[in-house]
């Protein structure tokens, strides 16, 4: 039993994805999932200053790039705003139906999504329970296309309702789905008021992937005020999240899947890997 450490493809501003590909082989990683993306084309990929991969490109060239340099494809991230009202210009269900197909279609099992910060007045001032149904309504369609592809659509706590374990476990039995599980994001939970603790332990069952983050002592305040956040600037072990803990927790359960570190900078995630290897990782390299 082993957690597999991989690495956020998105490290280094202003880079193609071939590049971010690039360094995390060079930093000796075996796994990366495919992060930002969007539908159709676009123009900073196209001209070399973003690491955008298009959600209607040929998958099998995406996953050339990633197996040409050794790096087995972990996840598709579908991070969506599904608390606001749908828009063509809104990340949401289409965007995630479109994850699920490029997933299916190179043998990746994991599309990643949340619920993000509600961006508009309709969003900010829903209901517990109407935001709960905005959800449910969101992921109808592509849970059920999920479930058809063979794909499970993890949901990952970066927002009031997915930050709460309460709610998190309404969200889970109003889907009533079972192509529905959960990406544990440990910073993020953490920021937004949640127990990564608790929630292994009520829903251990349901976690099939992690996402590494240790936030430093002065976001304490902000806790439960703010949710989520992209990268963590420290290394694991350095902050207050409780990441032993946490790791120890997983084991417990029996986790043994991918996991990705969301940390910036060669230095922190470096000392990250090093820091959960020491915890008993497994892993494919050494850095």
């Known amino acids: 039993m082993a957690i597999k450490i991989g690495c956020f493809a998105v490290i280094n501003p202003f880079e193609t994805l071939d590049k971010q ?3 995390i082989r060079d930093w000796g990683f075996k796994y990366a999932d495919i992060t930002d993306n969007s539908d159709g084309a676009c123009l900073g ?11 209607d490109a040929n998958a099998f060239d995406l996953k050339r790039l990633f197996e040409s340099r050794g790096i087995t494809i972990t996840s598709v991230c579908a991070h969506a705003t599904l608390l606001d009202a749908s828009a063509p210009w809104r990340y949401g269900t289409s965007q995630i139906v479109k994850a699920i197909r490029l997933a299916a279609s190179i043998g990746v099992e994991h599309v990643i999504t949340t619920e993000g910060d509600a961006h508009t007045a309709f969003g900010e001032n829903l209901s517990d329970a109407e935001g709960i149904f905005q959800i449910r309504e969101k992921l109808y369609e592509p ?7 063979g794909i499970k659509i ?14 998190m476990e309404k969200i889970i039995d109003a889907c009533n789905s079972e192509a529905l599980g959960i990406n544990l994001d440990t910073g993020n939970l953490w920021l937004g008021g949640g127990d990564p603790i608790e929630m292994i332990t009520k829903l251990g069952s349901r976690i099939e992937h992690v996402h590494w983050k240790d936030l430093p002592e002065e976001l304490i305040a902000q806790r439960g005020k703010i949710y989520g ?12 999240v ?4 946490i790791y120890k927790a997983l084991m417990n359960i029996g986790f043994d899947g991918y996991t990705t570190l969301e940390i910036a900078g060669e230095e922190a995630v470096k000392k990250s890997f090093d820091y959960l290897n020491k915890l008993g990782s497994l892993h494919a390299a050494v850095i």
């Open 21 to 23: 590909v690039d360094q």
């Open 45 to 55: 990929s196209h001209f070399g200053f973003n690491s955008v991969a298009s959600l």
């Open 143 to 149: 849970l059920r296309m999920a479930r058809d592809y």
């Open 154 to 167: 993890l949901i990952e706590p970066h927002g009031k309702f997915t930050d709460s374990v309460q709610h």
């Open 229 to 240: 956040c992209g990268m963590a600037l420290i290394p694991l072990g350095d902050g207050v």
């Open 242 to 245: 409780g990441i032993e803990d």
